[in-house]
């Protein structure tokens, strides 16, 4: 072991002066974490009052046939009015009206026949602020209508009172740090898996296929260092730079959670009471525990599918389908809304840690998760080192031509 | 630190050495002893086998069959022993570009066990025998070829091997930068090592070898020392001697011994993988939802 103490410590210092790997080490996980949690929070903020305070351009057509409606919807305020002569559907798909209401002819004779009549309102479902307008006009057309009841009522010499049904009232039992953990439920438990793979990827290509294409693997295989011993160096030295960025990036969120978490930065704070993340240090040790593991699994995978390259270039070629591998299972759980995972779902390696960090997130402590997952991804990071192993060895790999 | 070499016999030992690739055969029943204080000869063509002779010997790669002894040490029973005998030196070689050349060194004295006090001396030494000790200190991407060469030079016998094996270690080099590396072979001579030139230019194997050993088609043709070479082919000068032996040579075309090429490559076995990959993954998602 002493050798591979050696080879660490050389691959490190060559590693910390090598531009590209600080940057994908050290640089992009202090600074994304914290940028990720602003940045989510205050856009979709932004977005949710832009839309709100946005003049709605209301296109109607028809408009004759009911002036009090017309009137009701001008009065809501943030509304232009613009008269459209026919085709509403084209205006609001061209984007010359953000929504558009179509008057029936016969309203004016439904009003006074007391029937029921029907109001199109169009609208574009693409565009993102589309259901934040259909709200609003939504609820211009219902208080219109209310108004049309209450008068109708009083004029049957009855009371509004005999409306008075049961109401539905939704109250989210979710606390607000549970809002918070599911908001970014997704996202975080997403980098921190890519900081275990990236972190440590460009040291893993540098001191494998970069040695082969530089020349400088065969005089280090032609020291008495045992094969065993380089491997073991060359993987301690990708895990610790993997550590590295899982460590730093979840300093840098549980300083950002601390900060800003409980401010109500997040998510859409400014109108629902404080949505907020804080993270307690234990679950900050378990996401690290966790993390460690990843990146413990991820170095031999991708130290051992470099060394078949021959050059830089063609490593990271052959690296990129590990993104796809490891963010797939990510996609597809968080796309199955339905599924409740299970203990046994735990087992799954990737998988795992991402339910594992979600958990955390969301403050929920469960000894048996965390304990099935660690003890997952240990084994598969076990079988990972052995099967690199086996790769280094042989030597139609090292000198593939 | 290294025991210096201990054996009474020849340094070098090589017996029926054979390395099979896929397909054909690289180096094909190859014998000869080599000496203490000897300047030693592996010349042939592009493709003779010389290097897949040498990784051999220097135990990088493993034998098909035969075997080789350094210093008594079997390269097949004791790898890391003949290792620590071996100094390696080609033109091919690079250097850590990040490292200073006094890193690289020390990097490497390391992995020979080393002591610390004695990597020192060494480096001194082989700074005032290099003339390195004005960039020493710089990282080796500012370097020349010629310094780089002379810092593997430094790095191949840092360790004071018995033997130091030199695959064309002055193919791209300047006259001046080549110069060196012969007169480095002339001081490890002196010093009762056994320098082993593998190489396809016949002038530096000609005015530095004492024997030379002919390799063509992996196997080896001829093995004698150069005057004597000379006389039996009736030639004036090495190359010529080399030409007639090549061109005496008469066998047939190395024939493949296996045509198969292995059906599944990397890249394919890669997609493969990732396909069943995700049927797996997603059956398994199934199955955990019922």
């Known amino acids: 072991m002493r050798f591979a103490f050696a080879i660490l410590k050389k691959e490190l210092r060559d590693t910390l002066r090598d531009r590209r790997t600080l940057i994908s080490m050290i640089i992009m996980p202090v600074l994304l974490m914290p940028g990720l949690i602003l940045g989510m929070g205050s856009l979709a903020d932004m977005q949710v009052r832009q839309s709100q305070e946005k003049y709605l351009k209301l296109g109607i057509m028809n408009g004759a046939a009911a002036p009090d409606l017309v009137e009701h919807l001008a009065a809501q305020g943030k509304i232009t009015i613009i008269e459209l002569p026919a085709d509403a559907g084209t205006s609001v798909r061209e984007g010359k009206v953000d929504m558009a209401v179509s008057i029936p002819d016969d309203w004016q004779e439904a009003m ?9 309102v169009q609208y574009n479902s693409t565009k993102t602020d589309s259901p934040v307008m259909a709200a609003r006009v939504t609820a211009a057309l219902k208080s219109y209508g209310d108004g049309l009841i209450e008068h109708r009522m009083s004029a049957q010499g009855l009371n509004m009172s005999l409306l008075a049904t049961p109401k539905p009232l939704p109250q989210d ?8 953990g599911s908001l970014l439920g997704f996202l975080l438990p997403m980098f921190l898996v890519l900081w275990a793979i990236t972190g440590g990827m460009y040291t893993a290509i540098d001191i494998s296929a970069g040695e082969k294409e530089r020349k400088t693997l065969e005089p280090l295989l032609t020291t008495p260092v045992r094969r065993l011993d380089i491997v073991a160096g060359k993987l301690l030295a990708v895990s610790v730079t993997s550590i590295t960025a899982i460590a730093l990036a979840l300093a840098s969120l549980y300083v950002a959670s601390a900060k800003f978490g409980k401010s109500g930065i997040f998510g859409l704070s400014a109108n629902s009471d404080a949505i907020s993340l804080t993270l307690a240090p234990e679950g900050i040790v378990v996401m690290f525990a966790a993390g460690v593991l990843l990146a413990v699994m991820f170095a031999p995978m991708e130290l051992g599918i470099s060394i078949f390259a021959k050059s830089y270039r063609e490593a990271q070629s052959y690296l990129t389908p590990m993104y796809f591998v490891a963010f797939l299972p990510i996609v597809v759980v968080n796309i199955m809304t339905g599924m409740e995972p299970n203990t046994a779902t735990f087992l ?4 795992n840690a991402v339910l594992l960090f979600k958990e955390v997130l969301l403050g929920t402590k469960n000894v048996a998760h965390i304990l099935v997952t660690l003890a997952s ?10 099967i690199s192993v086996k790769i280094f060895k042989r030597e139609g790999v090292l000198f593939r031509t | 630190m290294n025991s210096p070499c201990k054996t009474s016999g020849p340094l070098l030992e090589v017996e029926g050495l054979t390395k099979h690739f896929k397909g054909f055969k690289a180096v094909d029943g190859v014998s000869f002893h080599a000496n203490a204080g000897e300047i030693f000869g592996l010349l042939g063509p592009n493709g003779a086998g010389k290097t897949t002779t040498i990784r051999l ?18 390269i097949r029973r004791n790898p890391e022993g003949v290792r620590r005998h071996i100094g390696m030196l080609t033109t091919e070689m690079g250097v850590y570009d990040r490292l200073s050349g006094r890193e690289y060194l020390r990097y490497f004295g390391s992995l020979y066990s080393m002591p610390g006090d004695e990597i020192a001396r060494r480096v001194k030494e082989m700074s005032e025998l290099l003339e390195m000790g004005d960039f020493l200190e710089r990282r080796t991407n500012t370097y020349s070829t010629g310094m780089k060469q002379k810092l593997s030079i430094a790095r ?8 130091v094996i030199l695959d064309e270690p002055t193919s791209g080099l300047d006259v001046l930068a080549a110069q060196t590396v012969l007169n480095f072979m002339r001081h490890c001579k002196e010093q009762g090592k056994l320098v082993v030139l593998s190489t396809h230019h016949m002038p530096d194997a000609e005015r530095m070898c004492d024997r030379a050993a002919i390799m063509h088609r992996g196997k080896l043709i001829a093995l004698q020392t150069i005057p004597e070479l000379k006389r039996q082919t009736r030639t004036e000068n090495l190359e010529d001697a080399f030409l007639a032996l090549i061109r005496g040579d008469s066998q047939p075309q190395a024939i ?3 045509k198969t090429r292995p059906f599944i490559s990397g890249p394919k076995l890669i997609a493969v993988g990732l396909a069943l990959g995700v049927v797996v993954f997603i ?8």
Do not use: F, K, Y
């Open chain 2, 283 to 290: 059956q398994l998602l199934r199955m955990l939802q019922e």
């Open chain 2, 156 to 163: 191949s016998v840092l360790h004071n091997p018995s033997i």
């Open chain 2, 57 to 74: 010997i220097s135990t990088i790669l493993s034998p098909t069959d035969g075997t080789a002894r350094i210093c008594g040490n079997d």
């Open chain 1, 377 to 386: 991804l240990a084994v598969c990071a076990a079988v990972a080192t052995g």
């Open chain 1, 112 to 120: 006074r026949s007391q029937s029921p009549v029907n109001v199109t």
């Open chain 1, 348 to 351: 799954i390696p990737g998988v």
């Open chain 1, 173 to 180: 039992v979710a606390t607000s740090r549970e809002r918070g």
């Open chain 2, 256 to 258: 493949p011994i296996r």
